[in-house]
């Protein structure tokens, strides 16, 4: 086997299938794949409303993402014959009170001198955008370029497409990277066994710390409660974010009337406990923002793990154990980041180059601070 | 059979074992036992804190059914050899602003008059009781009779008390009762078939309206939504009923460290939707009346219908089709009436006679009006 990923969430996948696509060949070894993070995802391609100063190189891959996915969406549409909810209509970021209003223009600001499209808008004219949206706002601002996916939906597309093209799936809990001669030489199973490869990926999300073999890495889980509403159709035609009096709230419809509220930012290790008080400040901030969220069916909640790093940036490349490549700590960005890293990911596994934009993402640069 | 009963709910059951304790063949027809209203219920025993003006024929039977509940409870668990949860701490309620304290007062006053035991507490001795309760409450009324039990308890004890009395369960959905000769003589099964009996007793719940071959009920589904939480041990030691700004919620401790927070009271016909707006509500008012709720999980959203009549009270006893015999109707009193419904109407069965503390209750008095 030329490649053995650990992990068969989003990024595991898409880097196997590109990895594929390529000539590798490629195991994935998740015990259930589809249940991690993406499970949980909103699915917001949203560079721009997510930009914070000083993590320009991040932004600069998030952009370069975002500008693959319509390519790679449609790409994976035909390679796997399933929909991936790609949404176009852009995104309006909303605030309530001063501060809120301040933050959107500090927003604005960032982005006009970043070259990006955004629109500052009275209240008014937000609330002719997005009837439903409350009239107790206090401005907005649209956002053309931020865009949303249906996370699940891109899994299972992703499933289906690794495999057509040739990715073999484990069904196993990853024990360990087996190590030989000071280099990663495959993966242990916990069920027994082991997959021999020339190179390792290590694709875990927020399980990526702590995997005997593996070199230590600054990744810890950061969870995230969002909640899954139905009955939405029509009430918004794209994605929203508020800031109701400092804190953030987003919404984001999905697929036939789907809405999807959240989410909470805990750092409590690895916590899977959905909340009264997670689920109460998303609902109360979610229903501020548009009243009619009231009527909606409350189907699912439920509570997932970021994979953090220090500088909210991905760990890319190659790492400190000779044959094993990092492709985690997404935190936030991991759908928004999915064609990024597979390309850049693909692209080390099959020349051994990684390309420049992913260069400031090595787990190096922890090891020099 | 000398009894069919439509309807495995508490009520179904309850009437079923004590017919059989009376020597009477009985056969009980549900299609899914415990999955109606009493899988919603949060177990309130409380006649005297849900005493209204203007209701004292139903408090008389409210409270003659409380009576009952340590011995019902008792013989309960020992034919059944299962726990029910029977929790006699007594309930406090507490209010917010100042119309909530009036109401408080004006409760206090009814319960005085009627001989009942309150006591009006000040803030701060409400809050020795239960420490976990918020500083921020305005007064205080301590209930000492009003207790609770374990409706998901009760309903398995019945069960298997019932079946152990000899009762015969036919799982399968009621189609209609059964009319020869202008007299009720049975039930039919959805699934075929049909229960010859010679007396058939009505005790669909929320449901006992609209059954082919029985007369009109005037019975309407009041929709309830409830919460239940978990990690809740020691955080309250008996039920708290609360006023939040003229809104109700309560929460009842149960089990080891469960909480069910309820209830919403919604005319919506038989809409099964957990909405945004009912969550919402629920856990805000319970995180007003004890912070310490924000920590909880929420492991259970749910929402099932009360079996509601113009003036609150259940039907028991003869219907205008001989041999039809009522027992349903009990809106949000049908845990705290489960024991005085089954010995009435097992007293019925046996003897042809209706106690007198159930004669208000039979559905003529909604034809004489």
Redesign the interface.
Known sequence: MDVAIAGGGLIGLAVAWRAAQRGLSVTVVDDAPGTGASAAAAGMLAPVTEASYGEEALLRLCQSSLARYPAFAAELEAASGLPVGLRTAGTLVVGFDADDVAALDALLAYQLELGLDAERLTPRATRQREPSLTPRLRGGLAVAGDHSVDGRALHVALLAAARAAGVHLVTDRVAAVQVAGGRATGLELAGGGAVPAGTVVLALGAHSAGLPGAPPLPVRPVKGQI?R?A?AAGLLSGTVRALVRGRHVYLVPHGEGGLIVGATVEDRGFDA?????G??DL??D??EVVPG??????VE?LARWRPGTADNAPLLGPSSLPGLVLATGHHRNGVLLTPVTADAIAELLATGELPELAAPFTAERFARR
């Open positions: 909640l509403l009955g406990t959905v909340t009264a008080g689920v109460h609902l109360h979610a229903i969220v009231t009527e909606l069916e409350l909640t």
